[in-house]
Structures are given as structure tokens and as C-alpha cells.
């Protein structure tokens, strides 16, 4: 799942539909093949998608089995080959009538139905699936928040002790020293050829940069903030605060705290899941990085400490909300404070 703003030629633009939401503006976005070439060129997610299936074959046998937002149907293909007795493919976007015809050209359509349109509208021709798998997984974990989405299928069509896949997902928040990347996306707005722009300063800070944070700038340990447990948690859990403690491995200056997520299958023969954070392959959620007000000085063994509340945007269910309280009490610097982010 990816979210970046897809840039075309304005001649090749549609016109603005007003009537349009910002919900029809996501589906639509995943109408376009480039996002969905940058899902499934990212091997660690891809593959892990596909070596749970195909290693697990005894779980997909002669199973049915909903894919939640199936985009080209790979994860349906998947599960087809895998044994699966049938597979009900959910796309809303465009790219539906391009899993139609994929599954089609591979031999696929006795076992894999693909249905364009909403799961919260659409009737499956089926009172219950045993298995419901997703790649629902956006920047930040929840960015897009189609986690939802998937519980309410689980709800509706999973029967008991029917399998989500994965079934557990983990948000993490370290802290890193940045200051070449903060001078040059932050700071830049205080002195634009000689002129002072520091009010679009206190919107860049707000929104969290999602990018590959190189593991070197790393200072802290890495703090658990979140565990959800896919198969039994309600949509509200995704609404949450949590402390944290963040404590320093060596002398140096924080410029930013970097949330990152782990996912798991747990319900594997082995225990299979793929991370997001600095220190494991690279994949196309890359880190989200929220950038502090002041620098700190951090001495090795001192900590900041605070809470950090997440919850989906009031108009905009899509987007999310972050509230980050920190402070440190230490040789070089005493700071308490609170910032607003806004993932949009």
C-alpha cells in the first residue's frame, strides 16, 4: 500500500470532479499501474506475502479464502496456486478490471472471482470465507487506514477460527540525529533568498516526511509504542496512546523521532514477517519521521521520555492525527514540550 502523490502531466489530468471525497481520490489514485509496480517490486513485501502461502500450503488447501484490497490480484494468484478452493478478490479502484483480466490470462478464473466496488457495499456470493488475507498495511502503519476495511470483513464473512493474515502488526519509535536532512527540509524556510518564510516552516514541521532513515543516525534503543492483534482487536484499538522511553547509546543531538512497524504470521509453520525499521531491508513504507521544534542534547544514558497519542483524522478517516509529548531532563538540555503532526 503507498500513498505518495502521483505527479502526471496536467495535459493527461482528468477533470476536477467536485462531487469527488477524499475517499474517491484514494481509490482513484490506486487506479494507476505505477503504485502498484512499486508494491510488487518491493521484494520483502511481495515475497513475504508469497512465501507464506506457498510454504502453508496445508492452511490454503481447499480453503476460501477474501483478499481485502487485491489491486492486481497477486496475493489472490497466490492463494490460487497455493490450493485454495476458491478466492474472492475485492478491488475498488480501477485496477480491478486489470485483475480481471489477469487472472484470466492465467488460467485462474474457476478459482479466483474478482469484485470491483467497496467491501462495506458488496455482497459476496458466500455467507462466510475461512481465510482473509490483505496487504492493508499504509505509511506509519496506519496511514490510509484501511485497517478498518479488514475488520470489517473479519466481522461480517470470517467464520470462527478463520485465519487473518498477517495477524500482527507492531509500531516502534526510536531517535535520530539529522541535521544535514532538518537544515535543508525545515530550516530552509526561515531565510528563502533573503526573505522570510518561517510561517510555511510551521507546516513543514507538521507533516512527517516519510523516507529512508540510514541506520547510522540512529541514538536511541528502539521502543515498542503499540501491538495489535489483527484477528481479535476492534477498530477502535487503532486509536491510541502510548509511553515511551527513549534512552541514549552515545553522546549526540536529536533531531527527530522515526516511528517505523513490524508485521507477523504468526499462525505460520514458522514464524514468518517482515520490519520497515532503519536496520532491516529497505521497502517502500520507508520510516516516518517527525521532526522536533528544538534540537536535543542528549549525553549516553539519559532519556526522553513522553507519550504519543494516534488517532484517525475527524474529517478525513484516511488520514491520522499524532500528538507527541517529550521531554528530557539531562547535563545539556532541559526541555519539555508538545507537538501536533498531521499525516495527510
Given at each position: 500500500?503507498?500513498?505518495?502523490?502521483i505527479h502526471?502531466?496536467?495535459?493527461m489530468?482528468?477533470?476536477?470532479d467536485?462531487?469527488?471525497?477524499?475517499?474517491d481520490?484514494y481509490?482513484?489514485?490506486?487506479?494507476?499501474f505505477?503504485?502498484?509496480?512499486?508494491?510488487l517490486?518491493d521484494?520483502?513485501?511481495?515475497?513475504?506475502?508469497?512465501?507464506?502461502?506457498y510454504r502453508?500450503?496445508?492452511?490454503?488447501?481447499?480453503k476460501?479464502?477474501l483478499?481485502v484490497?487485491?489491486?492486481t490480484?497477486?496475493?489472490?494468484?497466490?492463494?490460487?496456486?497455493a490450493?485454495a478452493?476458491?478466492?474472492y478478490a475485492?478491488?475498488?479502484?480501477?485496477?480491478?478490471?486489470m485483475a480481471?483480466?489477469?487472472?484470466?490470462?492465467n488460467?485462474?478464473s474457476n478459482v479466483i472471482?474478482?469484485?470491483?466496488?467497496?467491501?462495506?457495499?458488496?455482497d459476496l456470493?458466500v455467507?462466510?470465507?475461512?481465510?482473509?488475507i490483505?496487504?492493508?498495511m499504509?505509511?506509519?502503519?496506519?496511514?490510509?487506514?484501511?485497517?478498518?476495511t479488514?475488520?470489517y470483513?473479519?466481522d461480517?464473512w470470517?467464520v470462527n477460527?478463520?485465519i487473518?493474515?498477517?495477524?500482527n502488526a507492531?509500531?516502534?519509535?526510536?531517535a535520530?540525529?539529522?541535521?544535514?536532512?532538518?537544515e535543508?527540509?525545515?530550516?530552509?524556510w526561515?531565510n528563502?533568498?533573503g526573505?522570510?518564510m518561517s510561517?510555511?516552516?510551521?507546516?513543514s514541521?507538521?507533516e512527517?516526511?516519510?523516507d529512508?532513515?540510514d541506520?547510522?543516525?540512529?541514538?536511541?534503543?528502539?521502543?515498542?509504542?503499540?501491538?495489535m492483534?489483527?484477528s481479535?482487536?476492534t477498530?477502535?484499538?487503532?486509536?491510541?496512546?502510548?509511553?515511551?522511553?527513549?534512552?541514549a547509546?552515545?553522546?549526540?543531538y536529536?533531531?527527530?523521532l522515526v516511528?517505523y512497524?513490524?508485521?507477523?504470521?504468526t499462525v505460520?509453520?514458522k514464524?514468518t514477517?517482515?520490519?520497515?525499521g532503519?536496520r532491516?531491508?529497505n521497502?517502500?513504507?520507508?520510516?516516518?519521521?517527525l521532526y522536533?521544534e528544538?534540537?536535543?542534547t542528549?549525553?549516553?544514558?539519559?532519556?526522553?521520555t513522553?507519550?504519543m497519542?494516534?488517532?484517525?483524522?475527524?474529517k478525513?478517516?484516511r488520514d491520522?492525527?499524532?500528538?507527541?509529548k517529550?521531554?528530557?531532563?539531562?547535563?545539556?538540555?532541559?526541555?519539555?514540550?508538545?507537538?501536533q503532526y498531521k499525516?495527510?
Open positions: 500500500m503507498n500513498s505518495e502523490a502526471e502531466d496536467s495535459s489530468r482528468e477533470p476536477v467536485d462531487d469527488k471525497t477524499s475517499a481520490y481509490f482513484d489514485s490506486y487506479s494507476h505505477g503504485i502498484h509496480e512499486e508494491m517490486k521484494v520483502v513485501r511481495t515475497k513475504t506475502y508469497q512465501n507464506v502461502i502453508n500450503t496445508f492452511l490454503f488447501k481447499d476460501i479464502v483478499d484490497g487485491a489491486g490480484g497477486i496475493l489472490s494468484l497466490f492463494c490460487a496456486k490450493g478452493k476458491h478466492v475485492v478491488e475498488c479502484s480501477q485496477m480491478a478490471d480481471k483480466e489477469i487472472v484470466e490470462a488460467g485462474y472471482t474478482v469484485l470491483k466496488g467497496k467491501i462495506e457495499e458488496l456470493p455467507p462466510q470465507v475461512d481465510i482473509i490483505s496487504e492493508w499504509g505509511y506509519f502503519l496506519l496511514y490510509e487506514n484501511m485497517l478498518n479488514v475488520l470483513a473479519r461480517k470470517l477460527n478463520g487473518v493474515l498477517p495477524d507492531s509500531l516502534y519509535l526510536t535520530i540525529e539529522d541535521a544535514e536532512y532538518k535543508d527540509k525545515i530550516e530552509f526561515n528563502v533568498y526573505f522570510d510561517c510555511i516552516r510551521k507546516q514541521i507538521m512527517p516526511l516519510v529512508t532513515v541506520q547510522n543516525q540512529i541514538v536511541t534503543n528502539c521502543q515498542l509504542l503499540k501491538t492483534d489483527i481479535k482487536m477498530s477502535g484499538d487503532a486509536s491510541f496512546t502510548a509511553p515511551f522511553k527513549l534512552v547509546e552515545r553522546d549526540d536529536v533531531h527527530a516511528a512497524f513490524d508485521v507477523a504470521f505460520c509453520h514464524l514477517g517482515f520490519s520497515t532503519p532491516s531491508r521497502t517502500h513504507w520507508k520510516q516516518t519521521v522536533l528544538e534540537v536535543l542528549i549525553c549516553e544514558g539519559e532519556s526522553i513522553g507519550s497519542t494516534v488517532a484517525q483524522n475527524k478525513n478517516p491520522v492525527d499524532i500528538t507527541l517529550y521531554s528530557l531532563n539531562g547535563q545539556r538540555c532541559v526541555i519539555s514540550r508538545t507537538q499525516m495527510r
